[in-house]
C-alpha cells in the first residue's frame, strides 16, 4: 500500500497514493489507523484525492477510523474528488456519518477551530 503521512502537532495527513481502495488494501489501513491511534494521534485527515474506486472493504476500513476518533477527537475524509468515490458514499449514506470536508487545507482549518472551541469549553467547565 502507497500513502504518505504528515505528521503535525495537532493532526496527521494520510494520503492513500492508490487509485483503488479495496479488499487487498482495506486491511493495511485499518491496521495504520490503529496504529495511529495506539500512537495517540488526536486527529486525522485521511487524503483520498488519488484514489478512484473504493469498494465493500475500503468503506469498512473508513468506518473503522470513524469509531477508533469518535471519542479522541476528529477523523476527518477530504479529496473525494472522483465520481465513483462520490456516487458510493452518496449510495451509502456514509454523508450523514462521516465529517467529509472537500480540501485538505478546509479540513486542517476545521480542525484548528474545533481545537479551540473544546479548549474553550474545558475552561469553562472549570
Known amino acids: 500500500m502507497k ?10 495527513i494520510i494520503k492513500l497514493e492508490e487509485d483503488h481502495l479495496n479488499s487487498v488494501l482495506a486491511p493495511n489501513l485499518k491496521s495504520e489507523f490503529v496504529f495511529y491511534y ?8 485521511l487524503d483520498l484525492s488519488d484514489v478512484k474506486f473504493v469498494d ?5 476500513s473508513i468506518l473503522v477510523a470513524d469509531r477508533l476518533w469518535k471519542n479522541l477527537g476528529a477523523f476527518i ?3 473525494i474528488n472522483h465520481v465513483a468515490v462520490k456516487k458510493l458514499i452518496e449510495i451509502s449514506r456514509l454523508s450523514t456519518v ?3 470536508i472537500p480540501t485538505v487545507q478546509e479540513s486542517i482549518d476545521y480542525i484548528q477551530m474545533d481545537e479551540i472551541e473544546r479548549e474553550l469549553s474545558s475552561q ?3
Open 3 to 12: 500513502f504518505s503521512t504528515d505528521k503535525q502537532e495537532k493532526y496527521t
Open 38 to 45: 495506539n500512537e495517540g494521534v488526536k486527529n486525522l485527515i
Open 56 to 60: 465493500s472493504s475500503g468503506l469498512s
Open 77 to 79: 475524509l477530504t479529496g
Open 98 to 100: 462521516l465529517k467529509i
Open 124 to 126: 469553562k467547565s472549570d
